[in-house]
């Protein structure tokens, strides 16, 4: 049981169909080098922390939200981190990281639950307890984002360090590509 809903975790953030979650994972990485992995970790982890939140929440029907606003909200944080970023990088605050952004990613996780949890709240037998699928489910959005960060975390080593792209511009160019694909998403919902 812990394994299916772990490995539909995984599958939610790895469904290049989903692929919001995906393109959010990246742009928050990249604002990021290597050097700074556990500051990425730490932002994934808050922002599973805000997921599992939402996604409690809702499988109590303590929350709902209209599902058509959330589906508009997703790529809007996607587009927020990804001007955030293009700002930061153009002011030379690259990497620097405070507790206002680690409150804003949990904030963004809550948003991005919303979208999965009408589906997750599908899936657990109202009769059950949602901690054991909770916890597998977010351990493996956790894995997912993991797996994202070292990809995204390799290939900014091999374009800035080995590559010879400036920090900078490797910020500015993942952020703009997310901000427009967002910015697609949002046209679209």
């Known amino acids: 049981m812990f394994s299916g809903y772990f490995n539909l975790g995984i599958d939610h953030i790895l469904d290049p169909n989903g692929y919001d979650h995906i393109l959010f994972v990246i742009v928050l990485c990249a604002l990021y080098t290597m050097a700074d992995w556990k500051k990425v970790l730490l932002m994934v982890t808050a922002f599973t922390v805000g997921h ?3 996604l409690a929440l809702s499988s109590l029907d303590i929350i709902t939200l209209n599902p058509t606003l959330v589906e508009r909200l997703i790529p809007a944080t996607i587009m927020a981190t990804a001007l955030s970023n293009i700002y930061q990088a153009t ?3 690259n990497g620097s990281t405070t507790v ?3 409150l804003i990613t949990v904030m963004f996780g809550l948003i991005h ?3 999965f949890s009408n589906y997750f709240k599908s899936l657990i037998n109202p009769e059950e307890s949602i901690a054991m699928p909770l916890f597998a489910f977010n351990c493996g959005v956790e894995a997912g984002q993991i797996a994202i960060v070292c990809c995204v975390m390799l290939a900014c080593w091999m374009v800035t360090d080995n590559g010879g792209l400036s920090r900078k511009w490797w910020t500015i160019i993942l952020s703009a590509a997310g901000l427009a694909i967002a910015t697609y998403l949002l046209a679209g919902r």
């Open 52 to 54: 599992t939140a939402t």
């Open 91 to 93: 002011r030379s605050n």
């Open 100 to 102: 206002t952004s680690y």
């Open 113 to 115: 639950g919303l979208g």
